[in-house]
């Protein structure tokens, strides 16, 4: 049991469980974007095109349902493919969304690890391998003038 604990403990204060944990959080801040944004933004103007029509509502029929006395005897039997048809439209507008989010996030990050680029801060751990990028360099010229000599 000691064990466990030991080995709990030591995954709790490396960081993995707070990285998780904040993981999660900002997985669920971001769906709500992503789902504000399919919602809000794209699924009005594509209702106007669609003319208002509920793809969920659309089905076939494979048998009618059989009633009796005002009561339903026999359930209709459908095949409900506008769900599915709706479900694949959200889809691929989350994914879209995603991607575009994600391509934007990847030009700031570009930018940010550009050490020419002085509008944006350099983290300094990209700044440390650059001058050690450098220095590199530096003695290897050095050690090909010697090498000639």
Same mark, same amino acid.
């Given at each position: 049991?000691?064990? &466990?604990?030991? =080995?709990?403990?030591?995954?709790?204060?490396?960081?993995?469980? @707070?990285? &998780?944990?904040?993981?999660? &959080?900002?997985?669920?801040?971001?769906?709500?974007?992503?789902?504000?944004?399919?919602?809000?933004?794209?699924?009005?103007?594509?209702?106007?095109?669609?003319?208002?029509?509920?793809?969920?509502?659309?089905?076939?029929?494979?048998?009618?349902?059989?009633?009796?006395?005002?009561?339903?005897?026999?359930?209709? @039997?459908?095949?409900?493919?506008?769900?599915? @048809?709706?479900?694949?439209?959200?889809?691929?507008? @989350?994914?879209?969304?995603?991607?575009?989010?994600?391509?934007?996030?990847?030009?700031?990050?570009?930018?940010?690890?550009?050490?020419?680029?002085?509008?944006?801060?350099?983290?300094?751990?990209? =700044?440390?391998?650059?001058?050690?990028?450098?220095?590199?360099?530096?003695?290897?010229?050095?050690?090909?003038?010697?090498?000639?000599?």
């Amino acid at each position: 049991m000691k064990k &466990i604990l030991d =080995e709990f403990k030591e995954f709790a204060v490396k960081g993995n469980m @707070i990285d &998780i944990a904040i993981g999660v &959080i900002i997985g669920t801040a971001f769906n709500q974007v992503v789902d504000t944004i399919v919602k809000q933004i794209f699924l009005p103007p594509l209702s106007v095109l669609t003319n208002g029509v509920n793809l969920e509502d659309k089905k076939w029929v494979l048998q009618e349902a059989v009633y009796a006395d005002g009561a339903v005897q026999t359930e209709a @039997i459908v095949v409900g493919y506008g769900k599915l @048809i709706e479900v694949s439209v959200d889809f691929l507008i @989350i994914s879209l969304v995603v991607f575009g989010v994600v391509k934007f996030m990847n030009r700031l990050k570009g930018r940010a690890q550009d050490t020419s680029d002085t509008t944006v801060a350099t983290p300094r751990d990209i =700044e440390l391998l650059n001058r050690v990028t450098q220095l590199l360099e530096e003695q290897n010229t050095l050690l090909k003038g010697k090498a000639k000599d």
